[in-house]
C-alpha cells in the first residue's frame, strides 16, 4: 500500500470531513499504543482489571466518538477526563511496577549517584560503567517485550549510540588497564575521543533533557529511569572529567591520560577542535541510521500494509516511528507536505510514512543536535577552557 493509498481521506472507512474533536481522539487512541500497556495480568499484584482489556475499553470508546460524529463537546471532554487521567494513567503506574520496594530503590539511587558526585567525583565514571550493566539490559527486555510492536530497534537511536560508545570506551580502558595494555593506546586517539565525547554529552544529550519529555524521574519506572539515566549520566561523567581531571589521574594512574588537558581545548576552528570531533562523531552516527532506515529496510519495518496493499502484519518499530507518531507527522503535513490532519493521522495510524518524511525528519535532527554541539555544548565546556 502506498503512501498516496494510505493518505486517501477516505481510507479504512474515515468519514471525508471528520469535525476537529474526533480528530482530537484518533489523536489521542494512536499515542495511548505508545504507553507500554502491555504487561501481562499476572504482574499485577493488585489489579482488578488486566491492562490489556483497560486499553481495548479505551479504544473502543475512542471508536465509538468517533463513528457517531454528533458527540457533544460537553461529553467528549468527559470522556476524556475521566478514561485518559485517571484510568489510563493508574493502570499505566501499576503496569510499570509502582509499588514501595521500586520507588524506594529509585530514590536511594538518585540520592547515592548525587553522593558520589559530591564526594568522590573521580569514580562517578565507574559508577555510570556498573549501573549501565544493569539499566540497558534491562531497559533491552522491556523494549523486546514491548506490545503492539517490538522495540529493540530503538536502541539505534542517537543519544543510545552514544551511550554504546561511552561504555565501550570505558569498558576498553578498564581491560587495558588491567593487562597493562594501556601504552597502547595513543594519547592522540584519546584526545579526540574525549573532544567528541565533550561535545555531544554537553551539547545534544544536556539539550535532550530539556527538550524531550519522556525524558522524566519516575523511580518506580525502569523505562523511565533507564531513559534519564542514558542522558543526564554521560554530561555529569563529563563534568567530572573537566572539572576534577586532577583526582581521576590521581585515583586511576593506569588507566588515564589527560594530559591534552593541561594544554587547553579549542572548541571551534580547525579538523581538531571539539565541535570539528563532535560533529564528525554525530555524522558517524547519522550515515549509518540512513543507511539502515533507507538501505536496510528500517522505514517497513512498522507498516501496516505491503505496497501491493495487503496486510503487512508488522513485529518491529523505530524511534522515528514512533517520534512522527507523537504529532510530528501532523507539523511536517501541516507546514512541509501539504497534508490535512486527517490524513496525517491516517498515516500515523498504519506507520505508511515514506521516505520524504523520513528525509525531512532527519534533516531536522541533524539541525537540532548540530546546534546543541555548537551552542550548548561551547557553553557548558566555556569556563573549564
Not at 120 to 129: M, T
Not at 170 to 190: L, P
Not at 243 to 263: C, G, H, K, Q, T
Not at 321 to 350: P, Y
Request: proline share 3%; hydrophobic share 45%; with cysteine.
Amino acid at each position: 500500500m502506498s503512501s498516496e493509498q494510505s493518505t486517501d481521506s477516505t481510507a479504512d472507512g474515515v468519514p471525508a470531513a471528520e469535525s476537529e474533536e474526533a480528530l482530537d481522539f484518533r489523536s489521542s487512541m494512536i499515542m495511548t499504543q505508545d504507553w507500554n500497556l502491555d504487561v501481562d495480568s499476572g504482574e499485577l499484584d493488585d489489579s482488578p482489571a488486566t491492562v490489556t482489556d483497560a486499553r481495548q475499553t479505551f479504544q473502543n470508546l475512542v471508536r465509538s466518538a468517533i463513528k457517531y460524529d454528533t458527540f457533544k463537546k460537553g461529553e467528549a471532554d468527559t470522556v476524556r477526563r475521566i478514561i485518559e487521567h485517571i484510568e489510563l494513567v493508574s493502570l499505566k503506574k501499576s503496569a510499570e511496577g509502582f509499588n514501595r520496594v521500586n520507588f524506594s530503590v529509585g530514590v536511594l539511587n538518585c540520592f547515592f549517584i548525587c553522593w558520589v558526585l559530591g564526594a568522590y567525583p573521580e569514580h562517578i565514571w565507574l559508577l555510570y560503567l556498573i549501573e549501565a550493566v544493569y539499566f540497558i539490559p534491562r531497559k533491552f527486555y522491556n523494549m523486546w517485550r514491548a506490545k503492539p510492536l517490538n522495540q529493540a530497534f530503538y536502541y539505534l537511536d542517537f543519544c543510545w549510540f552514544t551511550n554504546f560508545f561511552a561504555m565501550a570506551y570505558f569498558a576498553i580502558i578498564v581491560i587495558s588497564g588491567i593487562f597493562g595494555f594501556n601504552d597502547d593506546i595513543q594519547n592522540g586517539i584519546r584526545e579526540v575521543i574525549f573532544k567528541a565525547a565533550l561535545g555531544v554529552f554537553c551539547g545534544v544529550l544536556v539539550c535532550a533533557n530539556l527538550a524531550l519529555p519522556f525524558v522524566a524521574c519516575l523511580f518506580h519506572d525502569v523505562n523511565t529511569m533507564t531513559g534519564l539515566f542514558i542522558h543526564l549520566m554521560p554530561p555529569v561523567v563529563m563534568y567530572t572529567f573537566v572539572w576534577y581531571n586532577d583526582r581521576i589521574v590521581e585515583a586511576w594512574p593506569n588507566l588515564f591520560n589527560l594530559s591534552y588537558l593541561e594544554d587547553g581545548l579549542t572548541y571551534y576552528g580547525g579538523t581538531d577542535s571539539i565541535a570539528s570531533c563532535s560533529t564528525a562523531f554525530y555524522f558517524t552516527w547519522w550515515v549509518i541510521y540512513v543507511c539502515f532506515m533507507l538501505g536496510g529496510g528500517g522505514i517497513d519495518l512498522p507498516k501496516k500494509f505491503k505496497p501491493d496493499g495487503s496486510p503487512a502484519n508488522p513485529r518491529y518499530d523505530t524511534v522515528f516511528h514512533s517520534t512522527m507518531r507523537d504529532g510530528v507527522c501532523i507539523l511536517i503535513g501541516k507546514f512541509f507536505r501539504g497534508r490535512s490532519k486527517a490524513d496525517s493521522l491516517t498515516l500515523m495510524e498504519t506507520n505508511m510514512f515514506d521516505k520524504i518524511d523520513f528525509c525531512l525528519y532527519m534533516v531536522f535532527h541533524m539541525i537540532a543536535s548540530l546546534s546543541a554541539i555548537f551552542l550548548s555544548g561551547y557553553l557548558c565546556s566555556y569556563y573549564s577552557m
